[in-house]
Nanobody
């Protein structure tokens, strides 16, 4: 089964920046919207950001708006999440996901392909 692969997590101090990358198999990447979600232990997976096929349309959760930037490199089948001014409450496992169709969506149920996740830990 084809899977997405996230890299770039780590342990940083509050106020720092991290860049998460997601390698997406071409079959799942082309003409499809992508997204980032995150999960804190003991809680449901939450929406972070989504981007449409062209890269023009994006949606962010209120908790990350203005600090995180989602973007994609279509020729390379890659998606990224630039995280600035990280806070301890951003600590979570971050997952990238792909859906069928070009339009962005903040609904977890819309996504049918997922990565294994990468841990981000932010200390105060």
């Amino acid at each position: 089964q084809e899977r997405l692969v996230e890299v770039g997590g780590g342990s940083v101090q509050a106020g720092s920046s991290l860049l998460l990358s997601c390698a997406v198999p071409e079959r799942l990447f082309r003409y499809n919207a992508l997204a980032w979600f995150r999960r804190v232990p003991g809680k449901d997976r939450d929406f972070v950001a989504t981007i449409n096929w062209t890269g023009v349309g994006t949606i962010y959760s209120d908790s990350v708006k203005g600090r995180f930037t989602i973007f994609r490199d279509n020729p390379k089948n890659m998606m990224y999440l630039r995280m600035d001014n990280l806070k301890p409450e951003d600590t979570a496992v971050y997952y990238c996901a792909a859906k069928s169709g070009p339009s962005e969506s903040d609904l977890q149920a819309a996504y049918d392909s997922w990565g294994q996740g990468t841990q981000v830990t932010v200390s105060s």
